[in-house]
Every structure is written in C-alpha cells, then in structure tokens.
C-alpha cells in the first residue's frame, strides 16, 4: 500500500476501532500481516512499540507533564536514527512551532495540541502513519497545506497513510485510495484513478453525484476575474476568488446536477465552460432520472438529466454533445 489511504464511514462502523487494531492496542479476529512480518497470530499480537508506526488520535495525546519541546525530546531521545535530530527541527519548522516549544501542553488549543502530535508521530521517522481525524481542529487553510505537506513527504520517502476523516472535501482532495467501513465490515475498497475513470460507481458521493478532473493551472486573468484551469480533455473557468491560493495544481470538483447538454453550441451563454463531449454510457438514476457519462479526452464527467430531456434530445451512446458546466468548485 503506497499513498494516502482514506478511511470513512458513518459514526459507529468501526474506524477506529480498524486503526486500534492495525496498531496493536486491540486485539481482533484473525491473523494481521505487514509484508512478511506476522503482527497478530489469531489472540497473540506483536506489541504497539515494535510495530514501528506513528498513531494519531483526533484528541492529540500528549505528556501533560511537559512542555512542548520535552514532549518532541522525549521521542526524539528514544528514536533509533542518525537522522533523529534533523526531523526534528524539520517538523518544528514546517509544522510551525516555534512559538510553542515552552509552552505547556494544558495550556494549547486543540488545533495546536493536534500539530504537536503528528511532530511526535513524524520525528520517529515511522514505516506507516494512522492519522484519526489528527487535523480536524486546525483551521482549513493551515489544515490543507499540512495535508499536502504530510502526503508529499511520505510520498518521497514511501511511507504508507491510513487517514481517517468525515470531510468529503478532504478526502476527495487527498485521498489516493479509498476504504469504506460499515458495522466492522470493509464494504468498498477503490483508487483515485478508479474514481477519475468511473465516478458513477463512487459510494462516497451517494444520491449525489460528482467529477473530478486534475487539474493545472493555466493563468490567473485578472481583468476578467478568472482562472484558467488545464486538465486532460480542455481547459475551465473557475471565479479568481477561489484560486487566489498558491496551488498550481489541483482537483476540480463537479456536480452532476451542475452539468446540462445540448446538441449544437450555443452562440451567446452567460455559462462559461461548454465542452464538446462523447455520450460514454447513458446510467438510469430514480424513477425519471439519468447520469450521462461524457468522455472528454481522456476524462469523464458525469451530467444528470431528467427522463424527459433524454427522450427530448434523444439521446444516445456515442453521440457527440456540448457539456455546459454551471458550476466548478476548486477543491482547494
């Protein structure tokens, strides 16, 4: 498993008690195996400290008897690297502590106790990182670029992320693959690239259905008070308000209720973002509605349309439409 791995579920399916036993601190029904290490042998587990893993909670534990940079010694001290003292002042710096190394932890709030712990979690250099809601107290834009920090490292150094969230927006934004949990049970498992290819079969969307495309930044056109967003089939529009972060690079996020079509293109439309599109599939949804499937080079955009607009237009796979998308949301 390589990436960031999104854990969801509706409360009560058993998230964390999936991480708990991931990590040791309960036992499951079993075996439990990480590559060829055996980590649990039906009631025998390996204990929590030689699983060589960092673990943190949404509460972000920490020692109530010292401060801030005693905490951080404490794991650092105890870490088995030549390498222990560097990530150190690096977490410090990019998790922004500073100002708070001689602080007392009853004296932090919950969003800063949540940094302090994923600097304990990171400066042990771990093989694997479970994150349960670790971030879900820290203002969005701090929340995002630590997101983005976080995965990029353990991209670079190949250290596998369970992340346990409720924030579809997060875990849309991050995820590289996807497990679902209801009631004990892993339900669904799926990648980033299925859900580019096949957004319909997405059960994190529900009744409602979305599209993703990455996307690059073009341009910021500030006259107009637009972006121009590149992605694999075109180029959108997106309001300059929602760019004006310094991504260059992004998820697009896509209602299919935001998306119409229509055979010929129109002359004059206060929408912006019309698309030449192939029907890919025609999926009924409901009594009286359907998800076109549209391919536009090589992504897809899911369009709902009533049951009426499909016999009006008659509409069929592998026909050539123009997409007419309302709304686009920066997922950033």
């Given at each position: 498993?390589k990436?960031?791995?999104?854990?969801?579920?509706p409360?009560?399916?058993g998230?964390s008690?999936?991480?708990?036993?991931?990590?040791?601190?309960?036992?499951?029904?079993?075996?439990?195996?990480f590559?060829?290490?055996i980590?649990?042998?039906g009631?025998?587990g390996?204990?929590?400290?030689?699983?060589?893993?960092?673990?943190?909670?949404?509460?972000?534990y920490?020692?109530?008897?010292?401060?801030?940079?005693r905490?951080?010694?404490?794991?650092?001290?105890?870490?088995?690297?030549?390498h222990?003292k560097?990530?150190?002042?690096?977490?410090?710096?990019e998790?922004?502590?500073?100002?708070?190394?001689?602080?007392?932890?009853?004296?932090?709030?919950?969003g800063?106790r949540?940094?302090?712990?994923?600097?304990?979690a990171?400066?042990?250099?771990?093989r694997w990182?479970?994150?349960?809601?670790p971030?879900n107290?820290?203002?969005?834009?701090?929340?995002?670029?630590?997101?983005?920090l976080i995965?990029?490292y353990?991209?670079q150094?190949?250290?596998?992320?369970l992340?346990?969230?409720?924030?579809?927006?997060?875990?849309?934004l991050?995820g590289?693959?996807?497990?679902?949990?209801?009631?004990?049970?892993?339900t669904?498992t799926?990648s980033?690239t299925e859900l580019?290819s096949?957004?319909?079969?997405f059960?994190?969307?529900?009744?409602?259905?979305f599209?993703i495309?990455?996307?690059t930044?073009?341009?910021h056109?500030?006259?107009?008070k637009?972006?121009?967003w590149?992605?694999?089939?075109?180029?959108?529009?997106c309001?300059?308000?929602?760019?004006?972060r310094?991504e260059?690079?992004?998820r697009?996020?896509?209602?299919?209720k935001?998306v119409?079509?229509?055979?010929?293109?129109?002359e004059?439309?206060?929408?912006?973002n019309?698309?030449?599109?192939?029907?890919?599939?025609?999926?009924?949804?409901g009594t009286?509605?359907?998800?076109?499937?549209?391919?536009?080079g090589?992504?897809?955009l899911?369009?709902?349309?009533t049951?009426?607009s499909?016999?009006?237009?008659q509409l069929?796979?592998?026909?050539?439409?123009?997409?007419?998308?309302k709304?686009?949301a920066?997922?950033?």
């Open positions: 498993m990436g960031l791995s999104i854990v969801w579920g409360s009560g399916a998230k008690t999936f991480l708990k036993v991931l990590s040791g601190l309960e036992i499951g029904q079993g075996s439990l195996l590559g060829q290490e980590w649990q042998q009631e025998v390996l204990p929590t400290y030689k699983r060589s893993m960092g673990y943190v909670f949404q509460d972000g920490l020692f109530p008897h010292m401060n801030v940079l905490n951080i010694d404490y794991v650092t001290q105890r870490t088995k690297s030549l222990s560097e990530q150190k002042e690096f977490w410090i710096s998790l922004d502590l500073k100002p708070l190394l001689l602080k007392k932890t009853t004296e932090l709030s919950g800063e949540q940094r302090v712990a994923l600097a304990l990171l400066v042990r250099q771990p990182l479970l994150f349960d809601e971030l107290a820290v203002d969005e834009p701090l929340r995002y670029r630590l997101l983005d995965r990029n353990c991209r150094h190949s250290v596998p992320i992340y346990v969230t409720h924030s579809r927006k997060e875990a849309l991050f590289d693959y996807f497990v679902q949990i209801n009631n004990g049970t892993v669904w799926g980033y580019l096949s957004p319909e079969d059960p994190l969307f529900k009744t409602d259905k599209s495309l990455p996307s930044l073009k341009e056109d500030h006259h107009s637009v972006s121009l590149n992605f694999p089939g075109g180029t959108l529009y309001p300059l308000s929602q760019s004006m310094n260059k690079s992004t697009l996020l896509i209602a299919a935001d119409s079509v229509t055979r010929h293109r129109p004059e439309s206060s929408i912006l019309i698309l030449s599109s192939e029907i890919d599939s025609i999926i009924p949804h009286d509605h359907y998800f076109l499937k549209l391919k536009i090589t992504s897809f899911l369009a709902q349309i049951y009426k499909l016999k009006t237009l069929e796979v592998g026909e050539r439409v123009y997409a007419q998308i709304g686009v920066l997922l950033t």
